[in-house]
C-alpha cells in the first residue's frame, strides 16, 4: 500500500502503552499477502497454519522449514510494507541452539520474515534469548499451542484452573525475560490473558483468549470463511463467505462452457479480411461458408 510504513517492535510497545491494539492476520501467498497490506493490517503472520489451510493436513506438524521459507518468502513479496512474523515449524529449535540458530537464519535470509514465532513458554526461554541476541525479533506463543496438542491432549482451553493460570503467567513473564518482544496467546480463558497482558510490558495478540489481549489475529481462510466445507469456531467472527462466492461462481463457469455460453461474441478475437480469406486455400473452405456458419451457431444459442 503505498505510503505505508512497516510497524516495527518498538512501535509496537508504544501501541501497547497508549492502549492501540494491534491487528494481526495469517497470510501465506503473494495475493492474501497483497490484499492484506492494502486493508491496512498492522503484522502479518506466516502461520505454520498452513499445513492445516493450505497443505490440506490434520495438523501443523508436517509443516517442514522448506515450506515456511516458500511461503514466506512469498508472503514478503506481497507484503513489502507490513511487519512479517514467519512460524518456526515442529521440532526445528528443541535440539541444540546451534541447530535452532539456522533454521531461523533461514527463514530470516530466505524467507525474507521480520521476525519469527516460537511455541512454547519456559522451556524454551534459552532459544529465545539466544535468537533475540542474535538480532532477531521473536514473538512468543503460549496457551494451546498446536505443535504440541498430541500432548495436551487436543484442542483444549487453557487456564481453566489455578494451576494452569499460574503456569501460563510464569510462562509469558519468562518469555518477556528472554527478550520476546510479544506473545500470542491462543485458546486461553479471558480472565488470565487480561491479567497476563497487565501484567507485561510487552504487547499480547490474542486469538480465543478474550478482549483483554493487546491485540487480535485471525487465520485468513476463517476471516473469510474460505474452506470446503467450513467449520464455524466460536472465538472466529467471519467477515465474508468467500469459499461459498468461489464455488458458485466455478458452478456457473462449469455450466456456461457445458452450454455452450462461454466463449461468447465478445471473448474472442477475430482475424482481418486477407486471414479470413487465406482460409479458403488454407482449409478448403470459403469465406462465405465459413461466415454463415459462425452466424447459425450463434443463432442456435440464443
Do not use: W
Not at 501443523?60 to 515450506?67: A, E, G, N, Q, S
Amino acid at each position: 500500500m503505498a505510503g505505508k510504513q512497516a510497524l516495527n517492535i518498538v512501535k509496537m510497545k508504544k501501541m501497547k502503552q497508549e492502549g492501540i491494539p494491534l491487528s494481526m492476520l495469517t497470510a501465506y501467498d503473494y495475493p492474501s499477502a497483497k490484499i492484506a497490506e492494502e486493508a491496512g493490517i498492522d503484522i502479518i503472520l506466516v502461520g505454520d497454519s498452513l499445513g492445516n489451510v493450505v497443505l490440506g493436513y490434520d495438523s501443523t506438524i508436517p509443516v517442514t522449514l522448506d515450506d515456511m521459507v516458500y511461503h514466506s518468502r512469498t508472503v514478503a513479496r506481497g507484503a513489502e510494507h507490513t511487519f512479517i512474523v514467519a512460524d518456526m515449524p515442529f521440532m526445528t529449535y528443541h535440539s541444540s541452539i546451534s541447530e535452532s540458530l539456522q533454521g531461523i537464519r533461514r527463514l530470516m535470509q530466505e524467507g525474507h520474515a521480520h521476525a519469527v514465532k516460537l511455541e512454547g513458554g519456559a522451556g524454551i526461554a534459552d532459544v529465545v534469548k539466544a535468537t533475540v541476541q542474535a538480532g532477531v525479533p521473536v514473538l512468543g506463543h503460549i496457551g494451546l499451542t498446536p505443535q504440541s496438542v498430541n500432548q495436551i491432549g487436543g484442542y483444549r482451553i487453557q487456564g481453566k484452573d489455578e494451576a494452569d493460570a499460574r503456569r501460563l503467567m510464569a510462562d509469558a513473564k519468562a518469555l518477556e525475560q528472554a527478550g520476546a518482544f510479544g506473545i500470542v496467546l491462543e485458546l486461553v480463558t479471558e480472565e488470565v490473558a487480561t491479567a497476563i497482558s497487565k501484567e507485561l510490558s510487552i504487547p499480547t495478540i490474542g486469538i480465543g483468549a478474550g478482549r483483554g489481549c493487546d491485540g487480535q489475529v485471525l487465520v485468513y481462510h476463517d476471516l473469510i470463511q474460505y474452506a470446503s466445507p467450513y467449520f464455524s469456531k466460536r472465538f472466529v467472527k467471519t467477515y465474508a463467505d468467500v469459499g461459498g462466492m468461489i464455488r458458485s461462481s466455478i458452478e456457473q463457469y462449469v455450466s456456461d462452457v457445458k452450454g455452450r455460453a462461454f466463449p461468447a461474441a465478445e471473448h474472442v478475437f477475430s482475424a482481418d479480411d486477407r486471414v479470413v480469406e487465406s482460409l479458403e486455400s488454407l482449409y478448403g473452405q470459403a469465406k462465405g461458408q465459413a461466415q454463415e456458419q459462425a452466424k447459425e451457431k450463434v443463432e442456435s444459442q440464443s
